[in-house]
């Protein structure tokens, strides 16, 4: 996959889904790469990851709370149903205008929608479906999208674009239930490269029962890594903090980019 581009990370609830993303984001960058990580899951965490300083992340307001904007290019407030607003909003400036940048990764978060589900019907919901096709179709940078266990913000017109969905899964059932559940929710809206990570394997007979039991293929693994703990206690980066982790991510994009 040589001309990969476009990567999104998903996987259930605390499988660490922003680990790898950000693992993924700083290999990039050194590897040449002009990378932008995006920060589309509720629960936040993918700045601290990265390693931003505290001041810097204390400059980004989640898109989704940008009102005064979604008014101005949706034509309706923020929160309301119903009516009319535009589908198609204006999103090229807001990369940007409201990211930052750090060690040579720019940083955005989507931010959440408060009401009526990550499904509903809303100038928020329209401004960052938006924001997502114009990053996925049009923004030339690398871009690794952290996100929920689904593919909430991506739909059929951009399914092509993504060149990678990754998938992070535990050695459990429950994590690779998550993961076939992921896998179909993919395959409806068009998604076919849907690839796996095992991540906190801590012995060869864990990861062969991955191996064997994946509904997706794998492309390697993190390991159980107490440094990983640690920066995440610390706000540190991940990359810097656990110098395993970042091998093991290192092999994870060869082995993409050999695909």
Known sequence: MADLKKIAVSGKGGVGKTTLSALLAHVFVERGREVI??????AGG???????????RAQVTPVSELEDLIYERTGA????????????PRVDDIPDRFSISHNGIRFLRLGTIESGGSGCICPESAMLKALVTHLLLYNQEMLVLDMEAGVEHLGRATAQAVDAFLVVVEPGRRSLATAAAVRTLAADIGIVRVYGVGNKVSSDAEWDFLQKESPVPLLGYLSTNPELLEADMYG???FASAPRAAEEA?????ALEAL
């Open 37 to 42: 990580a995006i920060d589309a899951d509720p």
């Open 46 to 56: 993918l700045a601290e990851a990265l390693g931003f300083p505290p001041e810097l």
């Open 77 to 88: 407030q923020p929160g309301t149903f119903g009516g009319f607003f535009s589908l198609n």
């Open 236 to 238: 540190r980066s991940v």
């Open 250 to 254: 290192r092999k994870i994009v060869d």
